[in-house]
């Protein structure tokens, strides 16, 4: 049985830094594509990042230069570390693999950066 455990969120002003973890247990992210996406209030869920297999990361165009996303293969987690976070950056942010597998959502942790 898959489980993805999003966590590291919070609350943090306009221009602070947060790290995510996603742990992952019953797959392994170094076997897969994975991601990084978020959802915010009334707004469709979106990839924010993703890394491939052989490590190869993509961004989505608002985040570039701000985020980076990692894995640690011995811990089977993938990071999201986000400097220079915007208010926009507000939303619940989770991972799964890149393309999603629906049943693999996981509760996301909240991110909430004030102005």
């Known amino acids: 049985q898959v489980q993805l455990v999003e966590s590291g969120g919070g609350l943090v002003q306009a221009g602070g830094s947060l790290r995510l973890s996603c742990a992952a247990s019953?797959?392994?992210?170094?076997?897969?594509?994975v991601g990084w996406y978020r959802q915010a209030p009334g707004k469709q869920r979106e990839l924010v990042a993703d890394?491939?297999?052989?490590?190869?990361?993509n961004y989505a165009d608002s985040v570039k230069g701000r985020f980076t996303i990692s894995r640690d293969i011995a811990k089977n987690t993938l990071y999201l570390q986000m400097n220079s976070l915007k208010p926009e950056d507000t939303a619940i942010y989770y991972c799964?693999?890149?393309?999603?597998?629906?049943?693999?959502w996981g509760q996301g942790t909240q991110v909430t950066v004030s102005s």
């Open positions: 890394i491939t297999r052989l490590g190869t990361t």
């Open positions: 019953g797959i392994t992210f170094r076997y897969n594509n």
């Open positions: 799964n693999l890149r393309p999603i597998v629906t049943h693999y």
